[in-house]
C-alpha cells in the first residue's frame, strides 16, 4: 500500500512517495523551495512539481503548516494571508486533478511517531512535542489524534508565543546554554502539564539531538523520551493521513 506524502514548511515543500505498512520512504525525497510569496497559485505549482517528479497518479497526503478544520486554512501561518478561508484539499485536488488530505504539519509528524516511532502502543494523553524554528505539538487520546493543538502558539509570560522562549531557534537566537534551555524547556513542559495532565511527552525536531545535554535539567514527573522518525516524519505522516482516500 503505497501513497504520496507531501510536506509543506516554510522554506522548502518535499515529498516522496511512502509504503504505509512499513512507514518507509520508496523513493528519495524531492525538495522544492518554497516560493515568495507562497501564494495558493504558486505553492500549488510547487506541489504540482512534485507530483511529477513522481510520476504519481493516485490519493496525495499533505502536511501544511496552519491550522486545518476539515480542509480549510484557519491561519495563515508563515505562508501568505490568502490561505485564510481556502479549503486546501478542494483547492489542489482541482487544480491538480488527484484527490488530496491536508493536515496540519505537526499533526502529520506526530502521526507518524505515533505509528511508526516512540509513541507506537501507548495510551493515556500523549503530546508530541518538536523543538525546531517554532514549537510544534501533536495530541494523541489512546492513540487517537487530536488535531491543531497548536501549543507553541500558547502566550507565555512576557512572550507573544511560547515558541519565542524555548524552541530551539531562541537557543540559538539568544545564545542559551544548554543548562538554561533546558530549565526554559522544564518550565514549558510544567506548564503544559498544569494545563492537560498528559501521561507522556514525546520530544521531536532538530532540538530533540540535544536532549542528552538538557534532560537533567528535566525535572517533570511526567516522562519524556526523544522522537525516533526525526526528519522523514513530516512526509510519512502526510501519507499515513491521506490513508483513508484509498
Not at 21 to 30: N, V
Not at 215 to 230: C, D, F, H, S
Amino acid at each position: 500500500m503505497q501513497i504520496l506524502g507531501i510536506d509543506v514548511g516554510g522554506s522548502g515543500i518535499k515529498g516522496a512517495i511512502v509504503d504505509l505498512k512499513k512507514g518507509k520512504m520508496l523513493t528519495e525525497r524531492y525538495r522544492i523551495p518554497t516560493p515568495r510569496p507562497a501564494t495558493p497559485a504558486a505553492v500549488t505549482h510547487v506541489i504540482e512539481k512534485i507530483v511529477k517528479h513522481h510520476k504519481w497518479k493516485g490519493p496525495v497526503g499533505c502536511g501544511f503548516p496552519t491550522a486545518i478544520k476539515n480542509g480549510v486554512c484557519q491561519t495563515e501561518s508563515n505562508l501568505h494571508k490568502q490561505w485564510v478561508g481556502v479549503n486546501a484539499e478542494d483547492y489542489f485536488s482541482e487544480s491538480i486533478g488527484l484527490p488530496f488530505k491536508v493536515i496540519n504539519d505537526a499533526d502529520a509528524a506526530a502521526l507518524a511517531e505515533m505509528d511508526f516511532g516512540a509513541g507506537k502502543n501507548k495510551k493515556g494523553l500523549v503530546l508530541v512535542i518538536t523543538l525546531g524554528t517554532g514549537i510544534g505539538s501533536g495530541a494523541f487520546f489512546n492513540g487517537v489524534l487530536i488535531p491543531n493543538f497548536e501549543l507553541g502558539q500558547v502566550h507565555f509570560r512576557e512572550y507573544e508565543k511560547i515558541e519565542h522562549y524555548a524552541a530551539n531557534s531562541a537557543r540559538k537566537q539568544q545564545e542559551l546554554s544548554f543548562k538554561k534551555w533546558g530549565k526554559r524547556i522544564n518550565k514549558v513542559l510544567d506548564y503544559y502539564n498544569l494545563l492537560f495532565s498528559p501521561d507522556l511527552y514525546i520530544l521531536g525536531g532538530g532540538g530533540a539531538k540535544y536532549l542528552p545535554e538538557i534532560e537533567e535539567y528535566l525535572k517533570i514527573t511526567v516522562p519524556v523520551i526523544p522522537a525516533k522518525t526525526l526528519n522523514e516524519a513530516g512526509i510519512i505522516g502526510a501519507a499515513l493521513a491521506g490513508k483513508e482516500l484509498l
